[in-house]
């Protein structure tokens, strides 16, 4: 649009080939410039410059299309597709500086083109800086929600990252629950084993004691015999209880 209104007028208005062809081959270098990302990737890294070439050259290609066109309205349009490029790679100080030379390349492309009022001059310059100004907030504007978006985005990261975190920790917690009550139980039962043991040993040990006393006393003493052997009855009725 910002080169084929022009280029249309011009032809309309009888443009020669000797501005009609500088004119299209210069459209084309911005067209080269603006499409360069969608050539081949071989052919895109030998077309990549450093960002203040890729402007400079912006800037040397839209002062011939202005002063060829002498365009006050459409043409400069064509320096936003840069300054919208500086605007997102750098600060606001050198995105200015960037806007204020494009804005010196559109007063003097008109100048050379043909546009020699002030009024010629400072209406297309003041409009597009009027632009420039509020493409530069919009970028700023995006740029702040994009980085919002990404903060966002990896507190969410990190969000998840801990709620799994607390997952596995309270699993891992869950499991050592489990080993301890499983662990106690077993104590527990090794306790009342040890004492069950201890209990019968004992039990054994007296039966066993009053038996043979029994069997001594049997012949010589048989009342005490009978004695011993109702004490035998009762420690075996007190072991098995």
Known sequence: MACG????IGLASGWGPARTLPYIGLALAALLLVEAHRLPAPLCQLLTLPRWRYLLLWGAVGLGLLVLSGDPHIQQ???????????????????????AAYLGVIALGLWLGGQRTLAGLAFPVLAYAALMALMEAFVRVSLSQAEARDRTARLAA???????DLARLAAE??????????????????RLTR??????????????????AAERARDRDPARARARLARAHELSRATLE
């Open 195 to 212: 004492e069950l043991h201890d209990t019968i040993a004992q039990g054994l040990t007296a039966l066993t004691m009053q038996l043979e």
């Open 173 to 190: 917690n869950a499991r050592l629950a489990e080993q301890a009550s499983q662990s106690a139980t077993l104590a527990e039962r090794n």
């Open 5 to 8: 209104a022009p280029l249309a």
């Open 77 to 99: 349009a064509l320096l936003c597709v840069p300054f919208v490029h500086a605007a997102l790679s750098y600060r606001i100080g050198r995105t200015a500086v960037t806007g």
């Open 158 to 164: 990190e969000l998840a990252r801990e709620r799994d």
